[in-house]
């Protein structure tokens, strides 16, 4: 069974760091691009970051660009974002996701909370 197990998440400070863990199993993880999405109260759903699994391409949305990093490690069938100088507008849940033509797989979300 495909399995995405998703940690990290937590209360912090604004200005503070955490990062972000998505562990996979069930499926070849280094033949998947890797994504992180997250919906705050209220709110649609929104990519945050993106990597690809072919050239390791990334992306980042303006809000989290030059804070956030996305990274894998394929060894450990792991991926992470993460996020530095957090803001109380970073508040929301956070989605791991995997990629490779039409196949797209979730993780739970974890909750991610800045206090100001």
């Known amino acids: 069974d495909v399995q995405l197990q998703a940690s990290g998440g937590g209360l912090v400070q604004a200005g503070g760091s955490l990062r972000l863990s998505c562990t996979a199993s069930g499926f070849r993880f280094e033949d998947y691009s890797i994504g992180w999405f997250r919906q705050a109260p209220g709110k649609e759903r929104e990519g945050v970051s993106c990597?690809?699994?072919?050239?390791?391409?990334?992306f980042y949305s303006d809000s989290v660009k030059g804070r956030f990093t996305i990274s894998r490690d394929n060894a450990k069938r792991t991926m992470y974002l993460q996020m530095n100088n957090l803001k109380p507008e970073d508040t929301a849940l956070y989605y791991c996701?995997?990629?490779?033509?039409?196949?797209?797989?979730w993780g739970p979300g974890t909750l991610v909370t800045v206090s100001s």
């Open positions: 996701n995997v990629r490779r033509g039409w196949e797209s797989y």
């Open positions: 990597a690809s699994s072919s050239d390791g391409s990334t």
